[in-house]
């Protein structure tokens, strides 16, 4: 072609949980059954929606304004419903020294077609040379996004393994301090992929960064109500005081309902900047292009959300969770090489091989054992210019059927793998946790 049509940010568009799907596939000529423990989808797994979640969502199906258009922003209602609950997060003034009333309306939610819609969106419409750091490991459609926004790799922070994956808050601030290219922050809190549950302490200070150095902040809080009991959280919303920021929401894990594709940004303090405020509004014009987000979804979210049953419904299943993350720890105990930090909330465990025994001269060389030569022979190939733990993850699904993601598609230099909390069926989640845990043992000790 006479012009170069791709964009500078194209190469930085990586999303490892659904590559790693592609090579799956093609074990397929060995007759090898996946295992699927690389995508967070609860109903996937075997979780069964409630029945009195379902009766909800048959109501609004039988009524025509389901099948609508809504207002670009979303419904009034559900935004006015989701206004009126911010409102009612308690307030952790001290943190910050405000202790005024959050000021927060309908007109400061916008509804996006999931959140991966609405992150495509947030990083997007940034102007380029305004850079957004965030975590290492990270969430890969948030560290792609903004990488392909700005055309170069991700900045991040570093989360710390030995303190529980909590954020170098050191590490925070001296890159912001020396980088007047960064613009804002982003957490994700609970973590994925780490599981780490952020106390408000830490989240007050990224909010004192924010506002010393002229930052907006961004929240993933797509697990905002998956916390374990007995880990201390709080909302953004509770912290933020006066500084601007955006917290991203979904029902997709916590109803659960990912097929809905029903995400929403909650934005804080849009007016004290003229900046920021012209950026959120060139957020809503994006949307006006698309018309709006699907509807029923939205209609559904008063109902099933101020229902009487939902807070049990949570309670029931953080537990369920937490359950499963003290499963995985007892298989891991012990192992050499390779440990678990438990989560404290949202739905995965990221295994973390140590770095000096995996990183050696042998990394190369080892291997798991396959069915035969022909196989042995496609994941040499396959693996001759992977990072290293994705080698560990091709050899592990030619070997055991478990399909898991690297550490390093997480934007993270550690070596290591993710999996789920999702897997219903009691026998074979056990099977599992202890299949990944004696198989990254026995990896290294090829």
Not at 2 to 27: N, W
Not at 90 to 113: C, Q, R, V, W, Y
Not at 208 to 226: C, H, M, Q, S
Not at 364 to 380: G, N
Request: glycine share 8%; charged share 25%.
């Amino acid at each position: 072609m006479r012009r170069d049509i791709v964009h500078p940010g194209a190469g930085e568009l990586k999303y490892e949980i659904r590559e790693i799907v592609a090579f799956a596939r093609e074990l397929k000529r060995w007759n090898i059954p996946v295992i699927w423990e690389n995508i967070g989808d609860p109903v996937k797994k075997g979780e069964a929606v409630e029945p009195w979640i379902k009766e909800i969502v048959k109501e609004k199906v039988a009524q025509d304004l389901s099948y609508a258009y809504s207002e670009t922003e979303g419904v009034r209602e559900t935004r006015e419903f989701l206004a009126e609950g911010i409102k009612k997060r308690p307030a952790l003034g001290s943190l910050h020294g405000d202790t005024a009333a959050l000021p927060i309306g309908a007109e400061d939610i916008l509804f996006f077609n999931g959140l991966g819609d609405a992150v495509a969106k947030v990083f997007g419409f940034l102007r380029r040379e305004a850079r957004v750091l965030g975590p290492s490991p990270a969430y890969s459609t948030l560290s792609s996004a903004e990488a392909a926004h700005s055309g170069y790799e991700h900045l991040t922070y570093r989360l710390d393994p030995d303190k529980n994956w909590m954020p170098d808050m050191e590490d925070v601030e001296l890159k912001v301090r020396y980088n007047d290219s960064i613009a804002g922050i982003l957490l994700i809190n609970p973590d994925n992929p780490t599981g780490a549950v952020y106390p408000p302490e830490i989240l007050g200070e990224f909010v004192r960064i924010a506002k010393t150095y002229g930052l907006f902040l961004v929240a993933d809080e797509t697990y905002a109500n998956i916390v374990f009991n007995g880990y201390r959280t709080a909302a953004l919303s509770q912290v933020i005081g006066d500084v601007p920021g955006l917290a991203l929401r979904s029902i997709s894990k916590e109803v659960p309902w990912p097929g809905a594709r029903c995400g929403w940004v909650e934005v804080y303090n849009r007016t004290v900047d003229p900046r920021f405020d012209a950026y959120v509004r060139s957020l809503l014009d994006a949307k006006r292009l698309e018309v709006c987000a699907t509807t029923l979804p939205q209609l559904c979210i008063p109902d099933i959300m101020g229902d009487s049953r939902y807070p049990a419904h949570l309670q029931r299943r953080a537990a369920l969770f937490q359950g499963r993350s003290e499963e995985a720890e007892r298989a891991f105990a012990g192992k050499k090489g390779v440990r678990i930090i438990k989560p404290k909330g949202a739905l995965y465990v990221t295994a973390l091989f140590d770095p000096k025994l995996f990183s050696d001269g042998r990394s190369k060389m080892r291997k798991l054992p396959v069915q035969d030569a022909s196989l042995d022979a496609f994941i040499e190939e396959r693996t001759a210019a992977v990072a290293p733990d994705k080698r560990f993850v091709y050899w592990l699904l030619a070997a055991t059927g478990i399909c898991v993601v690297p550490l390093s598609g997480f934007a993270s230099d550690l070596p290591g793998f993710r999996f789920t909390l999702l897997e219903q069926d009691e026998e074979l989640r056990s099977k599992i946790y202890t299949t990944l845990a004696e198989s990254a043992e026995n990896y290294l000790q090829s």
